[in-house]
């Protein structure tokens, strides 16, 4: 009986965990997030637009570069092997130091975590995070909202948010949620990752959207940081494992793996330190 019980759990949260889910984004927010990479830098400071989409059920939160990344190598001519027509699309892709996608109630009450790692699209699925959010009695204008100021600790770190009733979408950046209206600005107390709303809109035409959980490696947590930690000590070595071979001259690999490196060193300040 228990083993038949077992096989049930098992068919269940496969179904939950592998059934497409359909939703239409209406609106569009955008943040300017400015982080610290190097906690020991004040000068690493970098800026990166980011972008909330947000629907009926779901909302979607990554970097604007890898949006943009994806459309563009999703949309590319295939039949065309010419390699510098390649590195001229790579090079209309901005830079981004965040390629992931969140996706929160995606199962319902939870929240998927993709990210790409050489040729392989990971998934996590985890508890969408419950907030301790304390609401303070403090209000400010911004962007011509009325907003409300709102304290909370999350892994690690303590952050102050403003939010505001008027747009009301109990969500926000990064896995943030579960305030009775948008969040408009958010920030650590060392201001090492702030994010500000530079523009609220509602779509003219909403974005039909189609999650299929097949097109992903589900995963675990600290399987997926095991991979990344592989894959960063030596990424040449990764993406030949995959097949992926890539033509250097003598010494210009071992080059760009010291840089690659050192260049690691000073990206020692996660938003999530726990």
């Known amino acids: 009986m228990k083993r038949i019980l077992f096989i049930l759990v098992v068919i269940f949260n496969f179904n939950c965990y592998s059934q497409s889910v359909q939703d239409v984004f209406k609106y569009r927010v955008v943040y300017e997030l400015t ?25 979607r939160f990554s970097s604007l570069g890898t949006v943009v990344g994806d459309s563009l190598m999703k949309n590319r001519d295939r039949s065309n092997k010419d ?45 969408l995070p419950t907030f301790d959010w304390k609401i303070q009695p403090e209000t400010k204008e911004i962007g011509g909202y009325k907003t409300q100021k709102a304290t909370t600790r999350f892994a690690g770190r303590d952050y102050t948010a403003w939010f505001t009733s008027e747009i009301p979408f109990l969500d926000g950046p990064y896995k943030f949620n579960g305030l009775p209206g948008l969040i408009m600005e958010i920030s650590d107390e060392k201001n090492h990752y702030s994010f500000v709303l530079t523009k609220f809109q509602k779509l003219q035409e909403p974005i039909l959207f ?20 592989d894959y960063n000590r030596n990424p040449f070595a990764a993406l030949e494992r995959q097949g992926i071979t890539l033509g250097f001259k003598p010494g210009q690999k071992e080059k760009m793996l010291e840089e690659h490196k050192e260049d690691l060193k000073k990206k020692n300040n996660p938003i999530e330190l726990e």
């Open 83 to 127: 390699m510098a027509a390649f590195a001229r699309l790579r090079s209309q892709i901005p830079k981004t130091n965040f390629d992931y996608y969140i996706y929160k109630k995606i199962p319902e009450d939870k929240l998927s975590y993709i990210r790409k790692i050489a040729k392989d699209n990971f998934r996590v699925v985890e508890d």
């Open 35 to 59: 982080y610290q990479p190097d906690s020991t830098d004040t000068n690493s400071i970098k800026s990166e637009s980011m972008i909330l989409y947000l629907g009926d059920k779901i909302s």
């Open 210 to 229: 189609k999650f299929v959980p097949k097109d992903y490696l589900l995963t675990e947590k600290e399987e997926l940081q095991s991979i990344n930690e």
